[in-house]
């Protein structure tokens, strides 16, 4: 005897001359990631995530670039996920830890914004828009960031620059002028 709760479930009944029903199973997953990194870092500098003035120089150089992909592709900032990823280097036992900043799209299944960004020309581009010193020399993001009505009125990052409601918890640790020095570092300069 089956419990009455089970009596209750029946069987669908089956015919084998309907068409069968057809079903698909999808997943809704973050998509698009693009990892970027300082390859030469000169001597002494401190990149170790680890390290609270590092880790501002990470924040500030990873906000920014996504401020200015955000210009640059004309989509709300909204659109790209930032974050740090430390990385250790084994191949020398002596290597310091290092991190990498990655984005990655927002939007479900991925709207191609990273992958796009991804292409190391492209990337290039983007690093030297924010800049001013691409090819032709585009002065629209660089510009207003060392005007003096900004450089003199912003010590270390504002709401014209980096902040915005998203990354509230790192206002404490961002600095326009790092992040434009970690691009630097970036683009080997």
Known sequence: DLPPREQNIRVPPFDPAEAPLRRALASIAKTDVLSVGVANAPVGLCLNPAVPEARAGWSSFGFLVRRAAAVSLDVAETELNLGIQPILDFSSPFAPPSARVFLSDALENGAGYCTHLGDPALFEQLLEFVLGTGTPPDDSFFGPLV???????????????????????????????TGIDMVRLALDM
């Open 147 to 177: 005007s003096p009505e900004h450089a003199l009125a912003c010590e270390t990052s504002c709401h014209r620059c980096l902040r915005d409601y998203g990354n509230m918890a790192y206002h404490p640790i961002l600095d326009w002028r």
